[in-house]
T-cell receptor
Framework: AQKVTQAQTEISVVEKEDVTLDCVYE???????LFWYKQPPSGELVFLIR??????QNEISGRYSWNFQKSTSSFNFTITASQVVDSAVYFC????????????FGTGTRLKVLA | DARVTQTPRHKVTEMGQEVTMRCQPI?????VFWYRQTMMQGLELLAY????????DSGMPKDRFSAEMPDATLATLKIQPSEPRDSAVYFC?????????????FGEGSWLTVV
């Protein structure tokens, strides 16, 4: 069965600090997809990144970077030089390529960036 | 800027009343998902459709919930009769499915309060 674990319930950092959000997943499939979504205080869920299981290259987008390691089944998300606008709940999600089209979400990590 | 549209954005209703939530997926997307978000349970998958056909609604309480796609531009989630424990945010998401793992995009949610 597929599962996504975000062990960090809440993290508080001071502006300009770097912060890493952890995501550990479980799946029996060899082909799968991982995602990160952001949910700001306004409530909508915003797509951030999608990564397939064959691409272990780290990705950087501005202050955001993602570290995918199949050996540890982790897909961690780092925000460099955090800003108050980064305050949100961040969700990691997994979709298997077994044709079920299910997307399973972790419980989310609430990030508070303090000015 | 294409987006998933959900109505109503907010709904307060009395216990026992029927509630219908509507979703217009992004044009061209053929998979539609309904999620429910609560503090206790996080994001729960209620049902999803591909090409308007229901693929899985095992996450949905069958006795009072129903989900349909009357046409490709409209998905509905109905609760009858509503109960206070149904109070939650209901999200619709859509994606273009040429296989599993395609990115899904969320609407802004329907915030339901049953009193």
């Amino acid at each position: 069965a597929q599962k996504v674990t975000q062990a960090q319930t809440e993290i508080s950092v001071v502006e300009k600090e770097d912060v890493t959000l952890d995501c550990v997943y479980e799946t029996r499939d060899t082909t799968y997809y991982l995602f990160w979504y952001k949910q700001p205080p306004s409530g909508e869920l915003v797509f951030l990144i999608r990564r397939n299981s064959f691409d272990e290259q780290n990705e950087i987008s501005g202050r955001y970077s993602w570290n995918f390691q199949k050996s540890t089944s982790s897909f961690n998300f780092t925000i460099t030089a955090s800003q108050v606008v980064d305050s949100a709940v961040y969700f990691c999600a997994l979709s298997e390529a077994s044709g079920t089209y299910k997307y399973i979400f972790g419980t989310g990590t609430r990030l508070k960036v303090l000015a | 800027d294409a987006r998933v549209t959900q109505t109503p954005r907010h709904k307060v209703t009395e216990m026992g009343q029927e509630v219908t939530m509507r979703c217009q997926p992004i044009l061209g997307h053929n998979t539609v998902f309904w999620y429910r978000q609560t503090m206790m349970q996080g994001l729960e998958l209620l049902a999803y459709f591909r090409n308007r056909a229901p693929l899985d609604d095992s996450g949905m309480p069958k006795d009072r919930f129903s989900a349909e796609m009357p046409d490709a531009t409209l998905a509905t989630l109905k609760i009858q009769p509503s109960e206070p424990r149904d109070s939650a945010v209901y999200f619709c998401a859509s994606g273009r499915s040429t296989g599993s793992g395609n990115t899904i995009y969320f609407g802004e949610g329907s915030w339901l309060t049953v009193v």
